[in-house]
């Protein structure tokens, strides 16, 4: 389904640094709510956002479980498992890779989705943290 590459692409561009490539996927008027409360309105809030991370910062998002419901022909909904890892850029990697931080966040996406002229975009996403370990 293209509703759920939509999903597993927007976690692979905030891993890979791609705040333009992940504020793409969303609708011109979409709304990003995120963990912390802060809603970014639209393309641009997306990219500037994202594009404000710290560089050093390596995050992976583990996406999983990902449940849909249709609404419509031109709408969709689903709620996505997210288990989020996070590492410094300047700790040297070693045969196993980077160490993570010792905190990892069990989170969801609650996404709905909209069919576009340009095909289906994400037109609004709340992202939480539902569990935690350290």
Same mark, same amino acid.
């Given at each position: 389904m293209r509703c759920r590459d939509?999903? *597993?692409r927007s976690a692979a561009c905030v891993d890979a640094g791609d705040a333009a490539g992940l504020a793409a996927l969303f609708t011109a008027d979409a709304t990003l709510a995120r963990p912390d409360g802060t809603v970014l309105h639209g393309r641009s809030a997306i &990219?500037? &956002?994202y594009a404000r991370r710290? &560089? +050093?910062? %390596?995050t992976r998002h583990l996406v999983c479980g990902t449940l849909f419901d249709t609404l419509g022909e031109d709408q969709a909904e689903a709620t996505s498992q997210v *288990?989020?890892?996070t590492a410094d850029a300047d700790q040297p990697p070693g045969p196993h890779g980077r160490p993570a931080h010792p905190l990892q966040r069990l989170g969801h996406f609650s996404d709905r989705f909209a069919r576009t002229a340009a095909g289906w975009? %994400? +037109?609004h996403r709340q992202a939480g943290f539902d569990l935690f370990a350290t």
């Open positions: 939509l999903v *597993l &990219a500037d &956002a710290p &560089a +050093g910062r %390596i *288990l989020l890892w975009r %994400i +037109g």
